[in-house]
């Protein structure tokens, strides 16, 4: 489940970048929403795993409260799921 989660985490900063980088300036630069509309759902369903998955693997990794707070507050950080892989997940 260790290996799933970095696969869900990088996925999930993968879209993040896409989404907040590509998809959001193409929409108000360009006029085109289709990709928000393409790359919004999979962010959401992969953003909803990784805290989904923190939760479930804090005792697996020994997180404290703080390190908990600083693996969810990652998720709305732009590459904050790549600090998280390199501190936390290896």
Same mark, same amino acid.
């Given at each position: 489940?260790?290996?799933?989660?970095?696969?869900?985490?990088?996925?999930?900063?993968?879209?993040?970048?896409?989404?907040?980088? #590509?998809?959001?300036? +193409?929409?108000?630069?360009?006029?085109?929403?289709?990709? +928000?509309? #393409?790359?919004?759902?999979?962010?959401?369903?992969?953003?909803?795993?990784?805290?989904?998955?923190?939760?479930?693997?804090?005792?697996?990794?020994?997180?404290?409260?703080?390190?908990?707070?600083?693996?969810?507050?990652?998720? +709305?950080?732009?590459?904050?799921?790549?600090?998280?892989?390199?501190?936390?997940?290896?």
């Amino acid at each position: 489940m260790k290996t799933f989660f970095r696969l869900i985490t990088l996925l999930e900063g993968l879209s993040y970048i896409l989404l907040l980088f #590509i998809a959001v300036p +193409v929409k108000y630069w360009g006029g085109d929403e289709s990709y +928000v509309k #393409i790359l919004g759902m999979p962010h959401g369903v992969l953003f909803m795993l990784y805290l989904v998955l923190g939760l479930l693997l804090k005792d697996d990794y020994q997180w404290n409260r703080r390190d908990m707070l600083i693996v969810f507050l990652a998720s +709305v950080i732009p590459f904050g799921t790549f600090y998280v892989d390199k501190k936390y997940l290896r």
